[in-house]
Structure formats: C-alpha cells, structure tokens
C-alpha cells in the first residue's frame, strides 16, 4: 500500500487497521444474487415500495 | 419555575404566562453558558446578537403577538449548521466558513418561528467520530462528572441542554451522534427517517447516511421542535416526497422486539437498567436475534469513509494538516476503498434493510440500549463489556449506526443512571416514516419508565 509521506506511524496503523477490518466484513458477506441490487436513495417513497 | 431545570415545553408555559420574558431567560441562558464554560458546550455565543433576538422577540410576546410556540426559546446550534450570524468551522482548522447570510434550512425556519439561535456548539471534528474528543477548541466535558465524556459528535448540544443552558439544541446524526450524547447526557435526541428532514446547509458527514435531529429535556419538547425539521424542501433532493410532521396523540399496543445476538452485546449494569426499564412498561418485548452484524458495519464503514472522503477530497490535497491527525486518518482510509468495494457495502444495506422488513416478525419498536456502556473517562483508549473489547469510539457507535444504515427513525431517552451517577439511555427504532408512530409509542414508554405525561 503506497502512502502520502507525510503521514505518521500512527496514522498508518489506523488506516491499515481500518481498511483490514472493513475488507473482512464486506468480504465475508459476499452476496451475488442477481436480485441484490445496491439500495436506492433513501425516500420515504422508497421506504413504501419495501412495505409493500 | 426553575430556569436551569425546566423543559422547553415548561418555559414556553412560563413565558405565555408571563412568569419571566424572553430576555430575561436570555439573560438567564448567557449566564449560565458563562458559569459553566468549563464544560466547553459552545464555539461562539454573542452576547449581543442574543439579547437583541430576546429584546424582539420579548415584545411580541408581552403585546400578545408571539409568532409561534417557540418564540423567545434560546436554541443552541452544532457548528456544522451554516448560520447568518455565526461563522460555521465543525470544530477543525480545515476550511472554516464565515457567516454569508445564510442559515441551514432548519436554522431559518426556527428563526422565522422567533426562536434565539443562541450559538454555535462544540463538536467531534467535521462530526467524523462519536467521542467528542477531536475538536480544536478542546473536548466537551459530562456535566454528570466531568472526568467522562460527553460522546458525540453533537457533544455540546447535548451539553446545553442538559445543563440548563438552552431549551433545546441541534444535533446531526451519521452514526448516532445525536443519540449518543443524547444518552450520555441524559437527555432525549431524536433522529428522523432519512429523507424527512432537510440537511441543507448542514456541513455532510456522509451524505446518504446524515440526518439532522432535535435534542431537548423532554420527548413533548422533541414533538414540538419536529415541525421545524420534517417536510420537503427544495434545497434537498432527499426530501422531495417528505410528509409535514403531525404528531399522533394516541396509539395501541406496540409489538416490541429486544435485539440480540453479536454485536449487541452490553455491560451487566445497562443490561440490567434496560431490562428493568422494560419491565416497567408491562409491555411483552420479544427476543429476537439479528446475525450478520458486524458485516454491515463493515458496509456501514465503507459507505462513510468514501462518501466523507469524496466531500473533503480536495482540502485534504490542499490542506491535509488543517485536519487533525486521527480525523486525516479516516479520510486516507477512505482514498484507499474502491468502487466495487462501495457497492458492496451499498448491497449490504439493502440486505440490512431487508432483514429488518421481511424478514424478522412483525414489529412497531425495536428497543435496545443507546449505549452499551455509560460514558467513559476521558483518556480511555478501549472499554471492555460482556465479553468484547473494543475502542472507545467503537463503544459508542455500537448499536446506533445501523438506524442510519437502514435510514429508519430513532430516539434515545433517558432511564436509569449506573452505580457512578451516569446517564443510560434506552434507544427506540421505528419504521420508515413511521417517525410520529414511534414517537407515540415513545410516550408509552416514557410515560411508564419516567412517569413523564
């Protein structure tokens, strides 16, 4: 992973800490069915049509 | 009348009866934001521009004009809302905002109403944490025991309202910052379904994720404040189908499910308040366990950095060292996500949102704890509780982000206090633009757990 030069261990760490952890998650919940599409904006219009 | 302790609702009472003026409550909150400054609520406050406010706002009340119920209310700001008179910073040196006359929508629709926008509040940095620790001006302290914390980001909202400064406050919510002062604070926050309530002019966080919310000492103060948030408003997109708020006055028994399984887990002492506090509504909350938890909080994760980095992109070119180191942090890791990893996470907030309509039974109210802890000390890198070991800022996120994942409406209010003294807040979820519905069965709850009518 490449770096800015200016960042310091600590910020580092974080972002290599926060990257690893979010990769596990959204790699373990893989989800691959054709109808999983991303969720539309959030309208209560939106909202209806999943109440339905 | 007790200036310090009263609820908004008791100090619109008091000024219709003209048991004190506007100003002189004005007077009231400026002295009291003074007493207490070391708890380091406020950004800026005007002395001036608020009694001038008062000083108006006192006369149409005295010649029985009032403009609407909030008239004459001092309300206190978070410094991510743009305002006409205060310069707008979210507490970072990164590319602070000068007063241009312009007031985030809410902000001008209760100024229009004749409340005092009383000043602006202290803030986690560009609202990107929930501990209220990362502010240039300094962290914000718990007015219960000033050695905790406030948690965030809304931290000094939540700090003038429970201290007496304001009747009431303005918080945003991305993760729960609204409700996780709120509780830690002890007192009420509510956070509207996305897309009800108008973020225009309020600094983005996360664009899909943030809503603006009300913090107040009661839940009837919240019922009042709501008209002032919620409809559309041609300044935001998201709210082209939003519906007025009109609270419901009276509903039936609510369906409750309790929440549980991993990542729900809590400390013994707020478990046992939570379960006491339920028991006092004499309503059946049945366990229900949701899985996959911690997946999408990695969605929810994902969807925030990216969405957070894209808004800041070009000040953290420019000027990287403008924000603080943690804060710079989180936006690098965002740099580094790809699109497809994006749409990963936006595919698991539609399998989040599905689990929570389709696939759980019927329910009216999801009720958890805000918090899983009370509010730690400052300087605590990590808490520990029912087997977990997690970072403070983790701590305090942990059962709010996925309402803003899901965008449904939440609200936190107070039930208990743990063995130091500290607030714990019960966490109530509703459906979609349910919001008045779940705010009445909010009072239920209030209403049995607090004895609040």
Redesign the interface.
């Known amino acids: ?1 490449k ?2 030069a ?3 261990e ?2 580092r760490r ?2 290599a800490a ?2 690893d ?6 790699m ?4 691959e069915s054709p109808g ?4 539309p ?5 939106a ?2 049509a ?2 339905k | 009348m007790h200036l310090k302790s009263d609820t908004m609702s008791q100090k619109i009472a008091a000024l219709a009866a003209g048991e004190y003026s506007a100003l002189s409550l004005a007077e009231h909150s400026l002295e009291r934001a003074k007493k207490l400054a070391s708890l380091n609520a406020f950004v800026t406050f005007d002395d001036s521009l608020v009694l001038k406010q008062a000083e108006v706002a006192s006369q149409r009340i005295a010649s029985g004009r009032p403009i609407s119920p909030i008239d004459g209310i001092p309300i206190a700001v978070k410094d991510n809302y743009l305002t006409a008179d205060y310069p707008t910073t979210a507490c970072s040196d990164a590319r602070p905002i000068a007063p241009e006359n312009i007031d985030a929508t809410i902000v001008a629709n209760l100024r229009a109403a004749g409340a005092i926008i009383f000043g602006k509040t202290n803030m986690h940095e560009w609202a990107y944490g929930a501990t209220n620790t990362t502010s240039n001006i300094g962290a914000t302290k718990n007015p219960y025991n000033q050695e905790h914390i406030t948690g965030g980001s809304s931290g000094g909202s939540a700090v003038a309202v429970a201290s007496g400064m304001v009747g009431a406050a303005l918080g945003s919510d991305t993760g729960g910052s609204v409700r996780i002062p709120s509780s830690a604070c002890g007192i009420y926050g509510f956070k509207p379904t996305y897309g009800r309530a108008s973020r225009h002019g309020i600094l983005p966080l996360s664009w899909s994720l943030d809503a603006p919310g009300p913090m107040a000492r009661s839940l009837a103060d919240i019922e009042v404040l709501l008209p002032f948030f919620m409809g559309q408003d041609p300044h935001d997109p998201s709210t082209f189908n939003a519906k007025p708020f009109r609270a419901i006055v009276k509903t039936g028994t609510p369906r409750v499910l309790n929440l549980y399984g991993e990542g729900f887990e809590r400390s013994d002492e707020v478990d046992l308040v939570i379960r006491q506090a339920i028991e006092k509504t004499e309503l059946v909350a049945e366990d229900y366990e949701l899985t996959d938890l911690w997946r999408y909080f990695s969605g929810w994760e994902t969807i925030l950095h990216c969405e957070a980095t894209s808004y800041h992109l070009q000040a953290l070119e420019k000027n990287p060292e403008g924000f603080s180191a943690v804060t710079r942090a989180h936006l690098e890791a965002g740099r580094r996500l790809s699109a497809l990893e994006l749409l990963e996470a936006q595919k698991l907030r539609a399998s989040l949102m599905r689990s929570l309509y389709y696939e759980m039974p019927d329910w009216d109210v999801l009720v958890l704890p805000t918090l899983p802890i009370p509010a730690p000390k400052h300087g605590e890198d990590c808490q520990e509780f029912g087997g977990r070991k997690v970072t403070t800022q983790d701590s305090m996120t942990w059962f709010c982000w996925f309402g803003n994942m899901s965008g449904l409406p939440c609200l936190t209010i107070p039930v208990g206090v743990s063995e130091l003294g500290l607030p714990i807040g019960m966490m109530l979820m509703g459906k979609a633009g349910r919001d008045e519905e779940l705010l009445a069965v909010a009072r239920i709850f209030d209403q049995r757990i607090n004895g609040c009518s």
């Open positions: 992973m770096f800015v200016d960042l310091n600590d910020q974080r972002i926060t990257l952890r979010i990769r596990a998650g959204l373990e919940k893989k989800i999983e599409e991303p969720a904006v959030f309208v209560p219009e909202f209806d999943f109440e």
